[in-house]
């Protein structure tokens, strides 16, 4: 089945560029929208933004200014770029598989989830 | 601030039934899904579309929806069902922006 792997950073500092990476295995990246979503200490998840395969993004409206969202269908991988961070953007990042479609009404779904990678953002 | 609204904490006796629930706009509109987050965990679909479980959620696990508000049901529950529960939807904009909850703390007594 498909699983999901985030690797990068763990410590990036005030006004620089994190950047997180998605390894997506036992399926292709093809066909499907893939989405970024955070989770600060002790609170609730925020969706980041979500990427098409074929490379159309679209972003939570909060972060926008900030995020870059790309793909490389070669590697199987989708990334993620959140610039100028600060305190509040210390958090455990997760890719998913974001799925949304219309059936009787329209829906999304995040299946399946990585494991998480926590992002904190200190001198 | 979140577009759905759910209640922060809940608690259910082992072995009973509980309604954990979303309320927002966007319900009207769209389906909501349900995850389950243990600690230090990352969350797990339960619930997805009308009221669907991926493979290998128990069957004790049931979705609905009426109006504005979503609900997850779990008959009978078990110990092993306590965790965060969060609800997600597309937002109200019409963007196809998401949104979540603010997410459940269920207690199982």
Redesign the interface.
């Known amino acids: 089945q498909v699983q999901l792997q985030e690797s990068g950073p763990g410590l990036v500092k005030p006004s620089e560029t994190l950047s997180l990476t998605c390894t997506v295995s036992g399926g292709s990246i093809s066909s499907y929208y893939w989405?970024w979503?955070r989770q600060p200490p002790g609170k609730?998840?925020?969706?980041i933004g979500?990427i098409y395969y074929s490379g159309s993004t679209?972003y939570?409206?909060s972060l926008k200014s900030r995020v870059t969202i790309s793909v490389d269908t070669s590697k199987n991988q989708f990334s993620l770029k959140l610039s100028s961070v600060t305190a509040a953007d210390t958090a455990v990042y997760?890719c998913a598989r974001?799925?949304?479609g219309i059936?009787?009404?329209?829906?999304?779904?995040?299946?399946?989830?990585?494991?998480?990678t926590l992002v904190t953002v200190s001198s | 601030s979140s577009e759905l609204t759910q209640d922060p904490a809940v608690s259910v006796a082992l072995g009973q039934t509980v309604r954990i629930t979303c309320q927002g706009d966007s319900l009207r509109s769209y389906y909501a899904s349900w995850y389950q987050q243990k600690p230090g965990q990352a969350p797990v679909l339960v619930i997805y579309g009308k009221n669907n479980r991926p493979s290998g959620i128990p069957d004790r696990f049931s979705g609905s929806s009426s109006g504005n508000t979503a609900s997850l049901t779990i008959t009978g529950a078990q110990a092993e069902d306590e965790a965060d529960y969060y609800c997600n939807s597309r937002d109200s904009s019409g963007n196809h922006h998401v949104v979540f909850g603010g997410g459940t703390k269920l207690t199982v007594l």
């Open positions: 989405s979503i609730g998840l925020e969706w979500y679209n939570n409206p997760y974001d799925i949304r059936a009787a009404r329209p829906y999304n779904w995040f299946d399946p989830w990585g494991q998480g």
